[in-house]
């Protein structure tokens, strides 16, 4: 869901879903954009879910793992339905899936991060060698592709900081890419499904999923906060 159209309309919506907590997060932003982005995603989020059952947007609850993984609270009796959420300047994302080991991550193509200094963090030795070789935007989207790529399997995990995200390695000559797990990753890298989209022309979003049955099918949906079928 781009963030360009998301007017006042759109925000009184979404706020009229917002949960007791939520709204009290809502309310303790100091910064502008990042209240946006938190209201949106949980508009998309609620309103996306309820696309897939029966359960009105406000009425949603979740909670969180150890990690801040969040997922539907097991007292609503939701089974084979999870999420993942990004957000992030000018866009956010809600991935579903039917099965529980599902990560997006979002990220601005031209996002200006330092990159030279974050890419011995985050890219394995082959990946910084053809980092090292490219400039102008085709380096930023090299890395960016691999940065939403891995963050959206550290997603999937659920596990948070403690994954060494340079140990994932994936390869982009290949399409889709293919991953090869470091030792240091407690992990099947064949378990794993990653796609790279460019849902706009400004992002680059990263899916990663462990899908049960090794067939992985993506239907990419624009929206608004508000997604209509729900109160149509
Ligand atoms: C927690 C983390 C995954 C969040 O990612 P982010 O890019 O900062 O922010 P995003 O907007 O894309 O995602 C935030 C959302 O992820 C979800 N989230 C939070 N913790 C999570 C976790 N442990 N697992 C899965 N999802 C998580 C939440 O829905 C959160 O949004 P919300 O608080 O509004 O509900 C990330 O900060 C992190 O731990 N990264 C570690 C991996 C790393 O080193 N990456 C470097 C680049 S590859």
Redesign the pocket.
Known sequence: MPLDDFGVDDQAACLRLLSGPERDRHDAFKSEPARLQ?LA?RGLVRSTLSRYRDIAPEHWRFDA?R????FIDDGLGVSGLHF?????HGLVACAVATFAEI?V??EPRDRDVGLAELAPA?LSPRERTRFDTMSGQARQDFFFTL?TL??AY??AR????S?P?KKVELDLEVSPPIADFGDEIDDDASRWAFRSLRLTDRHIVGIAAAVPDDELEIVPRRTRAINPPWHA
Do not use: C, M
């Open positions: 938190h995603v793992n990690h801040g993984r969040p993942s959420l990004s957000h992030t990560g991550d979002a985050v940065w891995k963050e550290v997603k659920g596990v948070g900081l994954l995200v």
